[in-house]
């Protein structure tokens, strides 16, 4: 079931004086994951709040990793395409497939845009698709 207000059940767990900082950095990270993203002011009060102004970089540096720290609506556009994946086999347990697995085998099929992917190098010509190179 969806969390309807998230924020209103992340403070008091934030605020709390029982919770060590790394946990919440943690609450953070996945309230930021659950949302796509929050905006700058939002992110600045709550590290200010919680007073986790030196480790706020553990929070900040993800935008490497291409999380969306800081929602954009120009970040919504550049959204890796996903594959239809409804007629494979799960588990009960694992449902959802990771982007990664996506990338991965685009990657193999040679079918990466070198525009959002400039340091994977293409195929050679005379490779089959057989397997990973």
Not at 20 to 42: H, M, P, V, W
Not at 119 to 129: D, E, I, L, R, V
Request: aromatic share 8%; with cysteine.
């Amino acid at each position: 079931q969806k969390v309807k207000d998230s924020m209103r059940v992340l403070l008091p767990v934030l605020l709390s004086k029982s919770h060590e900082s790394y946990d919440k950095i943690r609450a953070i990270l996945l309230y930021i994951f659950s949302t796509n993203g929050t905006t700058q002011e939002n992110l600045d009060k709550l590290i200010q709040n919680v007073q986790i102004e030196s480790d706020s970089d553990m929070i900040r540096n993800w935008k490497y990793l291409d999380v969306p720290v800081i929602a954009s609506p120009a970040a919504q556009q550049h959204k890796y395409p996903r594959r239809d994946r409804s007629s494979e086999e799960t588990y009960q347990l694992s449902r959802w497939t990771p982007v990664i697995k996506d990338v991965m085998e685009d990657a193999i099929e040679n079918k990466l845009d070198s525009k959002d992917w400039p340091y994977c190098s293409p195929c050679p010509p005379t490779w089959n698709g057989s397997g990973a190179v």
